[in-house]
């Protein structure tokens, strides 16, 4: 029996939905045990992520950088690769920004802002390009080696920051110089009108937001991007109708490290003003379950990225009113983590596994006497 048109979409929708129920109730059991009330920490997840004009800019700021780091695993995800080595393209795309300076003097303005987020572009994109071609070339795991990468590029830009580049003036907290004034990034609304909901919110968002749309499109709507999702879907069949598979692996892993180094660079330019260890707060990880829960879909993953955004802005909140640790919300994201892990066994099969669900047995019907 074939299947009905609907119930792919429908399920696209209905198993990350039902994964973030599961996290969420997962999540208040936790809570009780710590002897909280679950409900009440629910609410304020609410609050904190979508209460009030703060919690909104709070929330859109903590969305910025994700929707970047899960373009890291999507653009990949569509070539066939699992890499989850966001964070360490983040973290030298951060060093690249505040680092060129050091090399000469950028101009100011737009061109000046351009060349330090294309610093941090490109390393990201040298970094995840490297998974890409050892597992092309050398036939190492992916997922393996861009972890053991990030790791590497974490050592590197601890010991750049707290050595060479380190500014003397950081005495408590090492860091580069500051990055010049006019090399940074503002906010987008500035005194304009909803500046209380947005102004504190820069134009990372922005660019975050724009990148994921023109990833879509591009996917949707291009040569390029159809003979990438080939490759993902059937890697063999890519080559025998005369596809280069190799440059387009080593495209789909460059252009998502590109996005995560990007991220990073709009950290240091539009949050942290210098490269320091404020910039390693796990925000490639995060970004994996962003596009998990998107299912690599680069247009679905805003909305997911505020949702995550939300949940780490709360975590103040929680802390406050509930006396839990702030870092609990990263037990909510583990939770989320194995549910979309469990719900991804039921793609394709959800209403198969509806149907089959044991009727109970009819009442017996008493014979004639």
């Known amino acids: 029996m074939s299947t009905p048109r609907w119930h792919a979409p429908v399920e696209s929708l209905l198993l990350p939905a039902l994964a973030l ?14 002897g909280s009330d679950p409900v009440e920490a629910w609410a ?25 780091t899960a373009l890291a695993v999507a653009l990949p995800a569509q070539a066939g690769l699992i890499v989850i080595g966001g964070e360490g393209a983040l ?19 737009l061109l000046g802002q351009a060349l330090v987020m294309g610093a941090g572009a490109l390393a990201g994109a ?77 134009w990372g968002l922005a660019a975050g937001a724009l990148l994921c749309v023109a990833a879509g499109v591009w996917l949707s709507f291009s040569a390029s991007g159809f003979a990438l999702r080939v490759v993902g879907g059937n890697a063999r069949t890519a080559r025998l109708v005369g596809l280069p598979t ?27 003003t210098a490269a320091n260890a404020s910039v390693i707060a796990g925000l490639g990880y995060t970004g ?25 802005a709360a975590g103040s909140l929680l802390q406050r009113r509930l006396d839990l640790p702030d870092a609990s919300v990263l037990v909510l994201q583990g939770f989320a983590f194995v549910f979309i892990l469990a719900a991804e066994a039921l793609r394709g099969r959800l209403f198969s596994v509806i149907r089959a669900r044991p009727r109970p047995a009819a009442p017996a019907v008493p014979e004639a006497a």
Request: charged residues 10%; hydrophobic residues 55%; contains cysteine.
């Open 246 to 272: 190799n440059a387009l692996v080593l495209l789909g892993c460059a252009l998502g490290g590109a996005c995560a180094g990007l991220a990073g660079a709009i950290e240091v330019a539009a949050v942290h």
């Open 21 to 34: 129920g599961g996290a969420l109730l997962m999540f208040g059991a936790f809570v009780r045990l710590g």
């Open 91 to 109: 973290v030298l795309g951060a060093l690249a920004c505040a680092g060129l300076p050091y090399l000469f003097a950028p101009p100011g303005g």
């Open 126 to 202: 040298a970094w995840v390009a490297l998974s890409g071609a050892l597992r092309q070339w050398r036939g190492v795991n992916e997922t393996i080696s861009s972890l053991l990468l990030s790791y590497i590029a974490i050592a590197l830009f601890k010991h750049l920051v707290e050595g060479p580049m380190r500014d003397p003036a950081s005495l408590n907290k090492p860091s580069t110089l500051p990055l010049p004034e006019a090399l940074r990034i503002g906010p987008i609304m500035g005194e304009q009108a909803f500046s209380s909901w947005l102004g504190d919110v820069h």
């Open 44 to 68: 304020l997840l609410f609050k904190g992520a979508f209460g009030d004009a703060f919690s909104w800019q709070n929330t859109l700021q903590r969305a910025a950088p994700l929707m970047l």
């Open 288 to 312: 994996i379950l962003v596009s998990f829960v998107a299912r690599h879909n680069p247009w679905a993953i805003p909305p997911v990225a505020v949702l995550f955004g939300g949940f780490g």
